[in-house]
């Protein structure tokens, strides 16, 4: 199982990025996935979630601003990342469970992608 994900950099406050996550190995439509994020000297936090049936969860803090989604035609999840403040600065991970459960309630996931960072300058 492999995940890659892309999308990461530097951006503004108030800036945009793009967050893609592409599966291999697994079948997809059948996995929960979620987008985790880790900043320095920080616990890893989960932001958002998506099950195998499209529904969502959203941190507290991205709610409105973040959008999780998927294709599963593509075996590829995203992450839209609108209005993006400092503190969203950390590096991002997907990650596939096939219990959605078990990712929104912080337990972790069966397989982890690697890291991407994103900086957002003030």
């Known amino acids: 199982v492999q995940l890659q994900a892309f999308g990461g950099g530097l951006v503004q406050a108030g800036g945009s990025l793009r967050h893609s996550c592409a599966a291999s190995g697994l079948t997809f439509g059948s996995y929960a996935m979620g987008w985790y994020r880790q900043a320095p000297g920080k616990e890893r936090e989960l932001v958002a979630a998506?099950?195998?049936?499209?529904?969502?969860y959203y941190a507290d803090s991205v709610k409105g601003r973040f959008t999780i989604s998927r294709d599963n035609a593509k075996n590829t999840l995203y992450l839209q990342m609108n209005s993006l403040k400092p503190e969203d600065t950390a590096v991002y991970y997907c990650?596939?469970?096939?219990?959605?459960?078990?990712?929104?309630?912080?337990?972790?996931?069966?397989?982890w992608g690697q890291g991407t960072l994103v900086t957002v300058s003030s």
């Open positions: 990650a596939a469970d096939l219990a959605f459960g078990r990712i929104i309630s912080g337990q972790g996931a069966d397989y």
């Open positions: 998506i099950s195998s049936g499209g529904s969502t």
